[in-house]
């Protein structure tokens, strides 16, 4: 049974009740879900599905479910289990979602900073980074940190727009990302829009405005391949 995804609507929602749909040996199942599932370089959200009784069930990770458009809600073993039908409220760990919320648009913004071909990226709650595929001379730690802080406390409004897929064809420089693919097959095709600085396809969560991420700092750049010059970043408080 396909899970409604409600964080592509609004990324903010720190809770919302929904169904249980399917219960398995990996973790639970729901007609609707605040949770992102690990995929696009962005790890999967943690928090509790919380049971009309109080009970709380920790959920430490969110996947991709058995069908392709469900959403699974990993438990540790042992967790209680609720029934299929029955009403949960979902809590995601806000503070953690913000952190990955503003380092994958911070991302984004680093993307235009490092004009090349993203061969890879990846995010976590402390740090984030991008590959490029360029000469590892023409990275400037300094340049890019200035740049991209620069940009964000412009404080630009984003905006999640829809394509559909043929747009997406003939439109073909919108994809950064050698690594990643947009998810095809739905007919329509989600872009994060930084007005000015960015528009490109992603299935992720964003800051709704450039402010929001404050400053970072580029820790490392590095080496990683032929094709990949690393730029990895945290932010700065």
Request: aromatic share 4%; with cysteine.
């Amino acid at each position: 049974m396909p899970t409604e995804l409600l964080f592509r609507a609004d990324a903010y929602l720190r809770t919302a009740t929904a169904r249980v749909t399917a219960v398995n040996d990996n973790g639970i199942e729901l007609d609707r879900t605040i949770f992102y599932p690990t995929g696009g370089g962005q790890p999967g959200d943690t928090g509790y599905l919380v049971r009309a009784t109080g009970e709380r069930i920790p959920v430490s990770d969110t996947r991709k479910g058995q069908t392709a458009d469900g959403v699974l809600h990993v438990t540790a073993p042992g967790s209680p289990a609720p029934a299929v039908g029955e009403a949960v409220t979902l809590e995601i760990d806000w503070n953690r979602r913000h952190r990955l919320m503003r380092l994958h648009t911070a991302l984004h913004v680093m993307s235009c900073v490092v004009v090349a071909p993203v061969t890879g990226g990846q995010i976590a709650p402390d740090k984030a980074r991008l590959d490029f595929d360029i000469d590892l001379a023409l990275l400037d730690a300094a340049r890019i940190e200035g740049e991209v802080n620069a940009i964000t406390a412009r404080g630009i409004d984003t905006e999640t727009v829809w394509i559909t897929d043929e747009e997406l064809d003939a439109r073909p420089e919108l994809v950064k990302t050698m690594s990643v693919q947009p998810p095809r097959g739905a007919g329509r095709v989600r872009l994060l829009r930084i007005p000015g600085v960015d528009l490109q396809p992603c299935g992720g969560t964003h800051v709704r405005n450039l402010a929001e991420i404050g400053p970072i700092r580029v820790v490392r750049i590095r080496n990683e391949g032929k094709r990949n010059k690393r730029v990895e970043i945290v932010l700065a408080e």
